[in-house]
């Protein structure tokens, strides 16, 4: 079935470095999400893409939208102690369900 | 303006006994999403909900396990018989439609079922 590879698995930073992760697929989606998990909390929705090449910034968060819709990266600029969490992509075609990555860990050093 | 709505946040059950999840869209959200995660995991599409229709339950065991979405009320998301593997977080998810930039899902906090 359908999958997403994200990478890295788990990052662990200095604060004020900037970070980088993506995900990829061999199949083709509509959209892509970035979402951050917090420990005991639901997943909460950074950037949402929907064309292909498509770059959004939200704050110090940015994410582009592959030109071959198969791939997304998230790139988060001078990281703070609060970055800390799981960060997600997810990404649907035209079922409306999401298939979600593995997630990246990022722990910030203060 | 209210988020997604989940209840309860935790839910311990004994082998056997049955788990029913709640869940409240977004206000003006008509698509309801039910997740699963296990620890150390991401989440797992269960099934898609409209308002008293199952669109896409291809996510949910065969057995034990039934969803709803009636015309009034929550979402409730049913679990018979369970059993220590059913214990994860159970997530909810709603969206005005699922065309466009409108398909973007907002989730709640989530439900943690813990079966001893």
């Known amino acids: 079935g359908q999958q997403l590879n994200q990478s890295p698995q788990s990052m662990f930073i200095q604060e004020g470095e900037d970070v980088s992760m993506n995900c990829t697929s061999s199949?083709?989606?509509?959209?892509w999400l970035w979402y951050k998990q917090e420990p005991g909390e639901g997943p909460v929705l950074l950037i949402a893409?929907?064309?292909?090449?498509e770059l959004t910034s939200n704050g110090r968060l940015t994410a582009q939208f592959g030109i071959t819709r198969k791939d997304s990266f998230l790139n988060i600029s001078a990281s703070i102690p609060s970055d800390v969490g799981i960060y997600f992509c997810?990404?649907?075609?035209?079922?409306?369900?999401?298939?979600f990555g593995q997630g990246t860990t990022l722990q910030v050093k203060p | 303006n209210a988020g997604v709505m989940q209840n309860p946040r935790h839910l311990v059950r004994r082998r056997g006994q049955e788990a029913r999840l709640r869940c409240s869209p977004m206000?003006?959200?008509?698509?309801v999403y039910w997740y699963r995660q296990l620890p150390e995991e991401g989440l797992k599409f269960m099934v898609y909900?409209?308002?008293?229709?199952?669109?896409?339950e291809s996510g949910m065991p065969k057995e034990r396990f039934s969803a709803e979405f009636p015309k009034e009320g929550p979402s409730i998301l049913r679990i018979q018989q369970v059993v220590r593997g059913d214990s994860a977080a159970y997530f909810c998810?709603?969206?005005?439609?699922?065309?466009?930039?409108?398909?973007?899902?907002?989730f709640g906090p989530g439900t943690r079922l813990l079966v001893l």
């Open positions: 998810a709603s969206s005005p439609r699922t065309s466009g930039s409108m398909e973007t899902q907002y």
């Open positions: 199949s083709i989606f509509n959209t």
């Open positions: 893409l929907y064309k292909a090449g």
């Open positions: 997810g990404s649907s075609g035209n079922t409306g369900k999401l298939i």
């Open positions: 206000k003006g959200h008509s698509h």
């Open positions: 909900l409209q308002k008293e229709n199952i669109i896409d």
